[in-house]
């Protein structure tokens, strides 16, 4: 069950769609090309995942979508402009039986929408509720056995965490009887009524959502497994995998500038300053935990650091980010790599929202609950545990290992690290 269905979502499920049915290929989801190597010496095998562990097929799955603005999923598909009429049409009438139900929304937390499909709700426990009654609706009427719930909806504003209202579950609820609308994000109203409901939840935005110390006592309580924050796509994904050849060199750093125009409606979202701090925040923590002051003074101190979006309607989902970044080598002699990326947006995050929603669904069903560290690898700012200091894996391939071992383990295959 996707929360929005906007360019992300209907990519993601007119892909699942089109793939179903031979019409195309799911190019960059792990899941259905990747391949691990399980055994060691003369014994070793590389094995897709689903031979390794019993991931649900594609055939297998079915969609629900909660949304701000009533489109169905074709329409939306259409307006979204990320995929040609000859990728959508032939699903026309599976995307058209997608309609959202009405949002649990609230315009405080993203002023730049002003949709109609919204519940119709006084309080946050009545969000939660209604939620609740959504979740069971829709699993009875598909008949299914699992649900996941991820968010795929806009970037809400800030919110900043709050001891008070999220440093435990007693004190969440306490605030959610309260109704206390301004710390209490609709999001956070989605990942309670999933983890209540049984569902594990995701979140792809960089909202604070699950990543506060109530959720993760609910989701240890419920037993169910939470991922976030923030889909990995883009510069970020470039970030996180270019970032290491500088520091594996020892080669230094004086600034990394990022920035990118894009046009989609994500775009006018985040041209909100309260919404993009949001995925400021989330965008910056990267670098840091890469190439760190303490490990290398004289490389990594004072490095400057500055990511920026800005909304540019004529590229719509056609994002497109450059980054320049200033090193400096021996004997401290600068020098400039410029690196242009030309993506798309909603075609990068498809295949992780696939990913993601298949390997949490795996997740609860080998009994693994609370944050999900494995599907950093996915994800720009991963969720850690802050209160006890834990620093988070930003380097991309520590998380491809963290990944690879987890999938190992659950097939009941040994952790390893040694080289393929
Ligand atoms: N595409 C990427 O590369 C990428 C990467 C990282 C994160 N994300 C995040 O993924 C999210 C989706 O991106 P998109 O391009 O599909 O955006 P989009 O604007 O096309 O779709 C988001 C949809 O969410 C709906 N929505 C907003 N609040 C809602 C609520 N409370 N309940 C239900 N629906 C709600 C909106 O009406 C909209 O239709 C954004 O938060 C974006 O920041 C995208």
């Given at each position: 069950?996707?929360?929005?269905?906007?360019?992300?979502?209907?990519?993601?499920?007119?892909?699942?769609?089109?793939?179903?049915?031979?019409?195309?290929?799911?190019?960059?989801?792990?899941?259905?090309?990747?391949?691990?190597?399980?055994?060691?010496?003369?014994?070793?095998?590389?094995?897709?995942?689903?031979?390794?562990?019993?991931?649900?097929?594609?055939?297998?799955?079915?969609?629900?979508?909660?949304?701000?603005?009533?489109?169905?999923?074709?329409?939306?598909?259409?307006?979204?402009?990320?995929?040609?009429?000859?990728?959508?049409?032939?699903?026309?009438?599976?995307?058209?039986?997608?309609?959202?139900?009405?949002?649990?929304?609230?315009?405080?937390?993203?002023?730049?929408?002003?949709?109609?499909?919204?519940?119709?709700?006084?309080?946050?426990?009545?969000?939660?509720?209604?939620?609740?009654?959504?979740?069971?609706?829709?699993?009875?009427?598909?008949?299914?056995?699992?649900?996941?719930?991820?968010?795929?909806?806009?970037?809400?504003?800030?919110?900043?965490?709050?001891?008070?209202?999220?440093?435990?579950?007693?004190?969440f609820e306490k605030a959610l009887d309260a109704n206390d609308t301004d710390r209490i994000a609709p999001s956070m109203c989605y990942a309670y009524a999933a983890l209540l409901e049984g569902a594990p939840f995701i979140m792809g935005a960089p909202n604070t959502t699950v990543d506060i110390p109530a959720m993760w006592e609910?989701?240890?309580?419920?037993?169910?497994?939470?991922?976030?924050?923030?889909?990995?796509?883009?510069?970020?994904?470039?970030?996180?995998?270019?970032?290491?050849?500088?520091?594996?060199?020892?080669?230094?750093?004086?600034?990394?500038?990022?920035?990118?125009?894009?046009?989609?409606?994500?775009?006018?979202?985040?041209?909100?300053?309260?919404?993009?701090?949001?995925?400021?925040?989330?965008?910056?923590?990267?670098?840091?935990?890469?190439?760190?002051?303490?490990?290398?003074?004289?490389?990594?101190?004072?490095?400057?650091?500055?990511?920026?979006?800005?909304?540019?309607?004529?590229?719509?989902?056609?994002?497109?980010?450059?980054?320049?970044?200033?090193?400096?080598?021996?004997?401290?002699?600068?020098?400039?790599?410029?690196?242009?990326?030309?993506?798309r947006d909603s075609i990068l995050a498809a295949p992780l929202v696939l990913d993601l929603v298949l390997l949490t669904d795996l997740a609860a069903r080998k009994g693994r609950f609370g944050t999900q560290r494995f599907l950093s690898f996915f994800?720009?700012?991963?969720?850690?545990?802050?209160?006890?200091?834990?620093?988070?894996?930003?380097?991309?391939?520590?998380?491809?290992?963290?990944?690879?071992?987890?999938?190992?383990?659950?097939?009941?295959?040994?952790?390893?690290?040694?080289?393929?």
């Amino acid at each position: 069950m996707c929360v929005g269905l906007g360019a992300v979502s209907t990519t993601f499920i007119t892909g699942v769609l089109m793939t179903r049915k031979g019409l195309a290929k799911p190019v960059g989801s792990m899941t259905q090309y990747d391949k691990i190597r399980v055994g060691r010496g003369k014994d070793k095998k590389y094995l897709h995942y689903g031979e390794i562990v019993p991931l649900a097929s594609l055939d297998d799955m079915v969609f629900g979508a909660w949304d701000v603005y009533p489109a169905n999923a074709y329409e939306s598909a259409v307006e979204a402009e990320v995929l040609k009429a000859k990728d959508i049409e032939p699903v026309r009438d599976e995307l058209l039986a997608i309609r959202p139900m009405k949002a649990a929304f609230d315009r405080k937390y993203a002023s730049r929408l002003d949709g109609d499909n919204v519940k119709d709700c006084a309080t946050r426990r009545e969000m939660v509720e209604a939620l609740r009654e959504d979740i069971r609706r829709f699993k009875k009427e598909n008949d299914c056995d699992r649900i996941v719930v991820i968010w795929a909806a806009s970037t809400e504003i800030y919110v900043p965490v709050d001891e008070t209202v999220h440093g435990s579950l007693a004190a969440f609820e306490k605030a959610l009887d309260a109704n206390d609308t301004d710390r209490i994000a609709p999001s956070m109203c989605y990942a309670y009524a999933a983890l209540l409901e049984g569902a594990p939840f995701i979140m792809g935005a960089p909202n604070t959502t699950v990543d506060i110390p109530a959720m993760w006592e609910l989701a240890e309580k419920t037993k169910m497994p939470i991922a976030g924050k923030d889909f990995k796509t883009g510069q970020t994904l470039v970030k996180s995998g270019f970032a290491p050849i500088i520091g594996t060199r020892c080669l230094g750093l004086n600034g990394w500038f990022s920035t990118n125009i894009l046009g989609n409606r994500d775009g006018l979202v985040l041209d909100e300053p309260a919404n993009f701090h949001t995925k400021e925040v989330s965008k910056l923590s990267t670098l840091e935990s890469i190439l760190t002051p303490e490990e290398q003074p004289d490389l990594y101190a004072d490095y400057y650091h500055k990511v920026r979006i800005n909304y540019y309607p004529p590229r719509g989902d056609n994002k497109e980010g450059w980054d320049n970044i200033d090193i400096f080598g021996w004997m401290g002699y600068p020098m400039q790599i410029k690196i242009n990326f030309l993506c798309r947006d909603s075609i990068l995050a498809a295949p992780l929202v696939l990913d993601l929603v298949l390997l949490t669904d795996l997740a609860a069903r080998k009994g693994r609950f609370g944050t999900q560290r494995f599907l950093s690898f996915f994800l720009k700012s991963p969720m850690h545990n802050y209160e006890e200091g834990e620093i988070p894996v930003n380097h991309l391939f520590k998380q491809y290992v963290m990944l690879k071992n987890a999938i190992r383990e659950m097939g009941g295959y040994e952790a390893d690290e040694e080289i393929d």
